[in-house]
């Protein structure tokens, strides 16, 4: 019988969270996938790309940075938010009658939208995103699809936010851009925050919250910081010692992963209560009931 295979590629790969997350569902759902990752530069992905097309087995790539936009000219086509965004984070091998077919998806959109909703926050109004890279691209359609109707984006380069606001403009969201070193106030009255940074790049907007006094509307506001090692983050505990709601990195993981499992396997029940919690467990994150 043949191994059935698959990986998350990126670089650097060795903190990816990915394959804990990934063998703990196939274990609970009883599916037999070998699940590995391969640290690969964006020089180094089309001869990956060309093993999998040759290697008998393989099912899927969980495909992260600096990969996202790398791989989306090696695929036979894309599909879903995928093709709105430009970038992908999912890779499915599909039978095209014998000869392998490369699809790329994008469940980084689901994996926002999802912690925020288990959150308890189904609708936005006034969000925020800190950053604008591909990260940022997804965060911007989840918070479409969470009814947002503009967005702010906080950023150190505006000259590189082109990208981000385009796809804002095209989803019809307003957009405006705004320098990270001044953006404490505006983060403090979002109702949304999504921080796309690498870690510890937020840490100087974390210091200028701690000089803010806590809001006393009573207002929710909720925090997604991607960054999850280390964790807390700086950002996370500033915004925690005001009050807000913070939503951890690998819930996010978590949630863009199941959606990658139902692809890999078909099995709809990856969505299910029981696989979520065994998942959240293996990185030592509390399921949320939502």
Partial sequence: ??????????HPIGHSKSPVLHRAAYGMLGVDIDYRSFDLTAEQLPAFAERVRTEPGWRGLSVTMPLKAAFVPLVDRVEGTAVE???LNTVVIEDGGGVPVMVGHNTDVAGITESFRRAGLNRVEDPVVVGAG???L???AALAQLGATQVEFLVRDAARSGEAVALAERLGLAVRVSAL??????VCAADAVVS?????AADGLADQLGQLAPADDGARRVLLDVAYDPWP???????EERGGLVLHGLEMLVYQAVEQIVLFTGREDARSREVIDVMCDSVGVPPRVG
């Fill in 1 to 10: 019988m043949t191994l059935q295979r698959a990986a998350v590629l990126g």
């Fill in 134 to 136: 591909n990260t940022a």
């Fill in 233 to 239: 983050s700086r950002l996370a505990g500033a915004w």
């Fill in 181 to 186: 070193h001044a953006g404490a106030v505006r």
């Fill in 85 to 87: 965004l430009g970038v």
């Fill in 196 to 200: 796309t940074l690498p870690p510890r």
């Fill in 138 to 140: 997804a965060a911007v």
